[in-house]
């Protein structure tokens, strides 16, 4: 199996433009609320995150893809 060169462990928001998002499945979403005092909420992602498409090699003529999973996610949404 090739190796993987990890660019970096943690993803950003600064990171966003240069980060491919064709073809990722969400799974799905949530509003999460853990002070019940608040008002505001964070909403959470389920997300397949392909970081790297494997050309076919023949006779296959489908892609396939390495794929980690992802959790991103947007603080005190309203």
Do not use: C
């Amino acid at each position: 199996m090739e190796d993987y060169k990890l660019e970096k462990t943690i993803w950003t928001e600064y990171d966003y433009e240069q980060m491919g998002w064709h073809d990722a499945s969400i799974y799905g979403f949530i509003f999460q609320n853990d002070n019940i005092d608040s008002t505001t909420t964070d909403l959470l992602f389920d997300i397949d995150y392909i970081f790297k498409w494997v050309h076919p090699v023949p006779p296959k003529g489908n892609f396939s893809f390495w794929v980690a999973p992802m959790y991103p996610g947007w603080r005190f949404t309203v």
